[in-house]
């Protein structure tokens, strides 16, 4: 099955590193060199998309058939990842607080939720987008926009406790950037690409079934990488998230 798109050269996500980090160096330098403080946000900005950007880059130049036009998958990166933001910090607000040894629990069920919103209706609301992989692909672009909004978060109090310390936010925007296709990214693509199917497949038993799996895999995913916290276990569950969408991704690639 072929989509309708214009195939990405191969390599392509290459060239969106190479040149996404070159801009952060560009502007950590003219940061270093003038105290511009109106530099800080291009370079939270750019150094928390590098990374989720090429991956999502990454996956639209595979050969899997897919029928979402870049500026759609932009769009969903977008607001995915606003209105995944926007409702989890509302919803965890009481959450943590008030479940206490679940906090991480429910953290992680509101997280997977907010950013399935978006690919749901997209793919539930705009009936041309309906080949298996089209799921996966808008998950895992959801999941790039609600990291890189999360990680300008994370990088922004570092900057503030560290008293303007770029060292510092290096280390954060490094650390949360690179794990980002293994974590947000993968676990979002994964349980959108089951919606997806189960879309394509009219909602059987079995489809419904594989859904709620996939959601309880990410969520499971999820609560382990915020509980344990750890290089170590990030590195295994990382594994363990990617592994499972490059399974999926071939999957969907015989359909």
């Given amino acids: 099955m072929e989509g309708t798109r214009t195939a990405l050269p191969r390599w392509s996500w290459l060239a969106v590193l190479a040149v996404g980090l070159g ?8 940061l270093s060199a003038t105290d ?20 999502v880059v990454f996956i639209y130049g595979r050969p899997v058939a897919f029928d979402v036009p870049g500026g759609v998958l932009a769009l969903v990166a977008a607001t995915g990842g606003v209105v995944g933001v926007v409702i989890a910090s509302v919803l965890e607000y009481d959450t943590v607080r008030d479940l206490g040894l679940f906090s991480m ?11 399935l919103i978006v690919p749901a209706a997209v793919l539930l609301g705009v009936r041309r987008y309906s080949l298996p992989a089209d799921g996966l692909l808008l998950g ?19 900057l503030v406790a560290s ?14 950037g690179t794990l980002s296709p293994a974590a947000h990214m993968a676990w979002t693509g994964l349980v959108a690409a089951a919606f997806g199917l189960a879309i394509v497949e009219h909602w059987s038993h079995t489809a419904v079934v594989r859904l709620v799996l996939a959601f309880g895999a990410a969520v499971a995913l999820h609560t382990a990488w915020d509980s344990i916290g750890t290089t170590p276990a990030y590195l295994v569950i990382g594994g363990i998230g990617l ?6 991704a071939h999957r969907l690639r015989a359909l």
Avoid: Q, W
């Fill in 36 to 55: 511009n403080p109106h530099l800080v946000p291009a370079l939270l900005f750019v150094g928390a998309a590098v990374v989720p950007t090429a991956f």
């Fill in 105 to 115: 629990l429910g953290v992680a069920v509101i997280e997977e939720t907010a950013k």
């Fill in 163 to 176: 008293k303007g310390d770029l060292s510092t936010v290096d280390g954060v925007l490094a650390l949360r």
């Fill in 243 to 248: 592994g499972s969408l490059t399974a999926v």
């Fill in 140 to 158: 895992v672009a959801s999941g790039a926009g609600f990291a890189v909004l999360e990680t300008m978060g994370f990088a922004y109090v570092a």
């Fill in 23 to 30: 801009l952060f160096e560009l502007l950590r330098r003219d």
